[in-house]
């Protein structure tokens, strides 16, 4: 596609619910990026795809973060037994392989109630 | 990743220059000084990259000196729509972890 796109936009859950945040990126794109950012805080890191292999997932905050690439191609991140400090914006990016250009898409905004 | 220091918030009106530094001291002899602008509800997007001097596209100026421990992006004739949050971020030209900060808010007023 053109951009990067994520579903859902907007994801309200209640506390302990589990979540999944789908990524859709440009087509052809090797590497895939997910972000974490907090209200009023730049994007931080959570993990990094190169085609399916997940070469780096430092960033996760903790076990209850999963994130998966199975085809190369779209991700999901998935978050179990979600908790309040969880509710932040969460962007996905992706860029062609020698990892020039990013192309982040709008993210997908998760509220935990 | 070395770190950067940027102003909080900055305001301005439309049609003037808006210049936005950003310290770096412990840049290294291989990272780039990479901005990128955030608009509300929206991922960031690259605006420019500069190793040295000073760059130039159709969006901004990127101007460092030469001890690069600081560099200063300068937006031209702002409008209503550069009001956003701009970043600037150091390290090598093809780092998969981008290190953002907090960013400066950029407001423009009419």
């Known amino acids: 596609g053109a951009g990067v796109s994520q579903s859902p936009r907007y994801k309200v859950a209640k506390r302990g619910q589990d979540v999944a945040l789908r990524c859709d990126p440009i087509?052809?794109?090797?590497?895939l990026f997910w972000y974490q950012q907090a209200l009023g805080q730049g994007p931080e890191f959570l993990t990094y795809f190169q085609n399916e292999a997940q070469l780096d997932k430092s960033g996760l905050p903790s076990d209850r973060f999963f994130a998966e690439r199975p085809e190369g191609s779209v991700s999901t991140l998935k978050i179990q037994r979600t908790q309040q400090e969880d509710s932040a914006v969460y962007l996905c990016?992706?860029?062609?392989?020698?990892?020039?250009?990013?192309?982040f898409g709008s993210g997908t905004r998760l509220t935990v109630v | 990743l070395a770190k950067t220091t940027q102003p909080i918030s900055m305001d301005s009106y439309e049609g003037q220059e808006v210049n936005i530094t950003c310290s770096h001291n412990?840049?290294?002899?291989?990272?780039?000084i990479t901005w990128y602008q955030q608009f509300p509800s929206q991922g960031p997007r690259f605006i420019i990259q500069?190793?040295?001097t000073k760059v130039t596209n159709e969006v901004a100026s990127l101007f460092i000196p030469a001890d690069r421990k600081s560099s200063t992006l300068s937006l031209p004739r702002v409008s209503l729509s550069d009001t956003a949050v701009y970043y600037c971020l150091v390290g090598v030209i093809n780092d998969y972890k981008l290190s953002f900060g907090a960013g400066t808010t950029v407001t423009v007023r009419a």
């Open positions: 500069g190793y040295k």
């Open positions: 412990n840049i290294a002899t291989n990272d780039y």
């Open positions: 990016a992706s860029s062609s392989a020698d990892n020039y250009g990013y192309t």
């Open positions: 087509s052809g794109h090797v590497s």
